[in-house]
């Protein structure tokens, strides 16, 4: 047997992605984060999923380091203000999502996304204001088990990610 | 109404963790990183994930202002090579799973884990060696859709780790 048919496994730099079926239909909606290293991280596992589409309140700072490839993938859209944007968004049929640990939200493990959703970030010191809170059809939260009993705003949102794909693995 | 019976979500900051049943048997075996900050995530991300244990190959640096309170949260153990490590764990039972794009390597969204897994992740540069992955039981990968088609070693761990939680919610 030459090495070529070894059953072992071996490292593929550049293997293949996924093919969607359909352009997904999930946007991401973000605050004016402290930290561009976080917007930018987003920006690249965002990429990665196939997400097409971020919205961010107030300028856009990347570091296209971090962001890599995805800064040419993802659209990105800058708004004065987030909510004026998701009340148009739920007139368009997007579900509103927001990502936070809040007196009434659902772990991950147990939401279903719908397709069609927009995934509302909070900052990473003051999280989702109560007043955008309002607006949302649904609250979520990723599980935490150990200290520091709360995960970086990119980690969540990146695992947020994770969880959408794995049910609409195909858009 | 007064304002503690309304039905709107509002932003909780120091919500109580989900308690697990037993303690976590997922390790995590890091290749030592080129950069302090991917560690520091992964060790944050461990720490809100309940997981006691990461082994390092070679010094273990961190930032602290990044790991947080999760380096109190997870014992860290640094050692000059992890292969032997493997070895043994694998004598002690458990599953040696690698993280990697590799010729045969499984979606994490089909891919069931075994409670008690050591999670062998792979350089931002060079992966996981081929060498170290004839060693693994399986090889697990994070599906991608877009550019740039490969997630950044941090975020592909914690996404891993968000998935072991999913599966094994209580330990």
């Known amino acids: 047997m030459n090495s070529d048919e070894s059953d072992d496994p071996i490292h593929v730099r550049h293997k293949p992605p996924t093919v969607l079926?359909?352009?997904?239909?999930?946007?991401?909606?973000?605050p004016p984060f402290r930290?561009?290293?976080n917007l930018s991280r987003i920006?690249?596992?965002?990429?990665?999923?196939?997400?097409?589409?971020?919205?961010v309140e107030g300028?856009?700072?990347?570091?296209?380091k971090i962001a890599r490839d995805g800064a040419e993938q993802?659209?990105?859209?800058?708004r004065r203000s987030l909510d004026p944007v998701l009340i148009r968004m739920k007139q368009e049929g997007y579900r509103l999502v927001g990502?936070?640990?809040?007196?009434?939200?659902?772990?991950?493990?147990?939401?279903?996304?719908?397709?069609?959703?927009?995934?509302?970030?909070g900052h990473e010191r003051d999280g989702i204001p109560d007043e955008r809170l309002k607006l949302m059809d649904d609250?979520?939260?990723?599980?935490?088990?150990?200290?520091?009993?709360?995960?970086?705003?990119?980690?969540?949102?990146?695992?947020?990610?994770?969880?959408?794909?794995?049910?609409?693995?195909?858009?």
Chains 1, 2 share one sequence.
């Not at 300028?59 to 296209?64: G, N, Q, S």
């Not at 993802?74 to 800058?78: A, C, D, G, R």
């Not at 772990?107 to 970030?121: K, P, W």
């Open 21 to 30: 079926e359909r352009p997904r239909e999930l946007v991401l909606a973000c």
């Open 35 to 37: 930290s561009a290293v």
């Open 43 to 55: 920006v690249r596992a965002a990429g990665c999923c196939g997400i097409g589409r971020i919205i």
């Open 59 to 64: 300028p856009i700072r990347l570091d296209k």
């Open 74 to 78: 993802v659209e990105l859209e800058s």
């Open 99 to 121: 990502l936070e640990q809040a007196s009434r939200s659902v772990s991950t493990f147990d939401y279903r996304f719908e397709r069609r959703t927009c995934l509302v970030i």
């Open 139 to 171: 609250v979520i939260e990723i599980p935490v088990y150990g200290m520091p009993f709360s995960h970086n705003v990119a980690t969540a949102t990146t695992m947020a990610l994770y969880e959408y794909c794995r049910q609409l693995p195909l858009g």
